[in-house]
């Protein structure tokens, strides 16, 4: 089985349902950064960010085992939030931890 770093983006105030999603499929640490998003991208923005051009967005990242992808993207899927997400997986070649 191969690790991936799965990122997803989301809205930010749609950002505790994706959480719950995800911790529903897996239980480890789960990294969240947030992030200014310049542009047009209308199929994600909600009525203020495309007059402005500006998208607030949510980074989640996770490194999981590529077999839990599915049913991870079927739960954020199902989950209550408002806006689209976006996903993408990288695989691992390599990690670990310098104590």
Known sequence: MSDV???LHC????TEAVVEAVRA???VPLHLRAEAVRGR???DAGTAEKVSGALKRTTLEVVID???IPDLLR????SR????VRWRTTPLIDQGRIA
């Open 5 to 7: 770093l799965l990122t």
């Open 11 to 14: 809205a930010v105030h749609d």
């Open 25 to 27: 499929v897996c239980q």
């Open 41 to 43: 991208d209308f199929g």
């Open 66 to 68: 590529e077999h839990m």
């Open 75 to 78: 739960r954020v899927h199902a």
């Open 81 to 84: 939030r408002e806006l689209p």
